[in-house]
T-cell receptor
């Protein structure tokens, strides 16, 4: 079964720390991998999209990497801030998946303490 | 920045009733989707819609569900004869003409459906 797993489920860090969130997927045959942020009671905000042919994407303090051979992606957040507190979701579209059939992980709930 | 808007933000209905969840996707997007998230669980794909027809639907999207794009701006999800287990957050999303294989999905803030 094609799945996405995220570890850890929750993470608490002091402000200013650099941190890494992990995502693993069961099949290397993917179109792309996306990282989202979800605030409590809110929708999902797209952070980064990495195409199957790419190794990484960067946006501001965020850097996402993709290693298809090992079925892993990491989201690196530099100099974390309290405003980064949210749940971070990883999602992939597997080959054979239709447009928009994203398979989501359960997320990592991040808390950045001032 | 353009955004996907969903109404209502919260809908309470009695078991057996029909509900319609409404969405206004980003205006120049061509692909539309519905997802749901049961409390404490993963976000799950329901259906994708392109060129006025369903592209794909998941096992969850059975005959109880239907989608429609009644005009040039709205995209609706109808749930007939609601059940307690339909209680969830329902998210609408859209993506550009390149589709989800090549461009990110933009999600609305969701409609929280509570079936009593």
């Amino acid at each position: 079964k094609q799945e996405v797993t995220q570890i850890p489920a929750a993470l608490s860090v002091p402000e200013g720390e650099n941190l890494v969130l992990n995502c693993s997927f069961t099949d290397s045959a993917i179109y792309n991998l996306q990282w989202f942020r979800q605030d409590p009671g809110k929708g999902l905000t797209s952070l980064l999209l990495i195409q199957s042919s790419q190794r990484e994407q960067t946006s501001g303090r965020l850097n996402a990497s993709l290693d298809k051979s090992s079925g892993r992606s990491t989201l690196y957040i530099a100099a974390s801030q309290p405003g980064d507190s949210a749940t971070y979701l990883c999602a992939v579209i597997y080959y054979g998946g239709s447009q928009g059939n994203l398979i989501f992980g359960k997320g990592t709930k991040l808390s950045v303490k001032p | 920045e353009p955004e996907v808007t969903q109404t209502p933000s919260h809908q309470v209905t009695q078991m057996g009733q029909e509900v319609i969840l409404r969405c206004v996707p980003i205006s120049n997007h061509l692909y539309f989707y519905w997802y749901r998230q049961i409390l404490g669980q993963k976000v799950e794909f329901l259906v994708s819609f392109y060129n006025n027809e369903i592209s794909e639907k998941s096992e969850i999207f059975d005959d109880q569900f239907s989608v429609e794009r009644p005009d040039g701006s709205n995209f609706t999800l109808k749930i007939r004869s609601t059940k307690l287990e339909d209680s969830a957050m329902y998210f609408c999303a859209s993506s550009s003409g390149q589709g989800a294989h090549n461009s990110p999905l933009h999600f609305g803030n969701g409609t929280r459906l509570t079936v009593t």
